[in-house]
Structures are given as structure tokens and as C-alpha cells.
């Protein structure tokens, strides 16, 4: 399956849950669970690692290899899809499960925030770009997808956030990677010799 034709499929299907819970009580507040691998601290931990890995592949491996430049990507992915999702939740302004029973309440202003999930659309933008760089040659990079999954149902379970939430958060996620993978690095561009090159090479 092409880059295109498999962000296509993930933004229908975020729509198409959209719509689903809007009109088919697809949403629903789950049972609180924040017990054993929901730890809150577990997600925490799940979404810096991610970050941190990234990051200092990045940071190492500079723009030069394959590895250094959907690292790069990767970064710029993140910052797509955190810049997004934060003005979208400001936007819809949706009612977390924790505040409310009723998945219908939108545009209710300050303090809610529950659509899309940041958290969901930060995690798997930081995958997406080595899905789509690796996918092909290397079919098992399709594991990263458990990251996100993982992020989607802790989220739901910590009341957070309704089940349509994570479904856009991993769409807009997946969206934001497509883009740096298309057409970054962006922000290797403006950064000195030094990290270009990758910190490996400088010892």
C-alpha cells in the first residue's frame, strides 16, 4: 500500500468514526481503569520515551543517513500534529468523559478539551514517518502502530478522552507524518553544521 493511499484510509476512518459517534452512540464512557499497565505514569512514561527516542536518534544520527533524516522527520511530525491538535481542542472545546456522561456536548469553551486526544495525535505522528519510510523493506516497523494503539485505549479508560477523540488524535497523528515524510526535514534545515552532520560523526 502507498504513503498516500494509507494516510487516506486513516483520516476516512477518522471521519468516518466522527461521524459514527455524532450519529450511532458509538461514544461511551468506559469504566475507570488507571490499574496495572493504565497507569497514568505508564502513559507518561510511553509518550516521553517516544519523544525522547526520536529526538536523540536526531540528534546523533544528524540529516545524512536514513535513519537521521525520518528521525528528523519524525521531530517535525510531533511538532505538526501537537500545534494541531492544541488549536483543534481550543476549537471543538469537547467535553471530557470525566466532566460529562454526554459525548454530544462540543463548543462548550475553556477547560474542555477532550477533542482530538494530544497525547494519541503526539505518539503516533512520532511513528508515522517510519511506517512510511520502512514499511516496505522492513514490514515489522508496522509494531510501532502499537504505540499509539496502546496510548488510544489508556486514554479511553482514563476517562480522558471519548473513543472518536483518540480515533481523530491517531488520523491527525498519522496526517502530520505524512506531511514530514513528504516533504521535510523542516527544522533540519535551520539548525547549525554541527547537528546535520549528527553527533556521532563529530567523535
Excluded at 533540519?188 to 560523526?201: A, D, K, R
Aim: aromatic share 12%; net charge negative.
Amino acid at each position: 500500500m502507498s504513503a498516500s493511499r494509507y494516510v487516506s484510509r486513516v483520516v476516512l476512518a477518522g471521519a468516518l468514526a466522527w461521524c459514527s459517534g455524532a450519529f450511532g452512540g458509538f461514544d461511551h464512557k468506559v469504566p475507570f481503569d488507571e490499574s496495572g499497565i493504565w497507569d497514568r505514569d505508564v502513559q507518561k512514561g510511553v509518550q516521553y520515551t517516544t519523544v525522547a527516542v526520536i529526538l536523540g536518534s536526531a540528534l546523533w544520527e544528524g540529516g545524512q543517513t536514513q535513519l537521521g533524516r525520518t528521525s528528523w522527520q519524525a521531530v517535525d511530525s510531533t511538532i505538526i500534529g501537537a500545534v494541531t491538535s492544541e488549536a483543534a481542542k481550543r476549537i471543538f472545546s469537547r467535553a471530557r468523559p470525566s466532566q460529562t456522561d454526554d459525548p454530544g456536548k462540543w463548543f462548550e469553551g475553556s477547560g474542555n478539551e477532550s477533542f482530538p486526544s494530544g497525547e494519541v495525535t503526539l505518539v503516533s505522528a512520532a511513528v508515522a514517518p517510519f511506517v512510511f519510510e520502512y514499511a516496505k523493506e522492513s514490514p515489522w516497523v508496522w509494531a510501532l502502530e502499537l504505540l499509539p494503539l496502546y496510548d488510544s485505549v489508556a486514554r479511553v479508560k482514563s476517562q480522558a478522552h471519548w473513543q472518536t477523540d483518540v480515533i481523530a488524535g491517531w488520523a491527525l497523528g498519522t496526517a502530520a507524518g505524512y506531511v514530514a515524510h513528504a516533504h521535510g526535514p523542516f527544522i533540519l534545515q535551520l539548525l547549525p553544521h554541527e547537528l546535520v552532520v549528527g553527533i556521532h560523526q563529530q567523535w
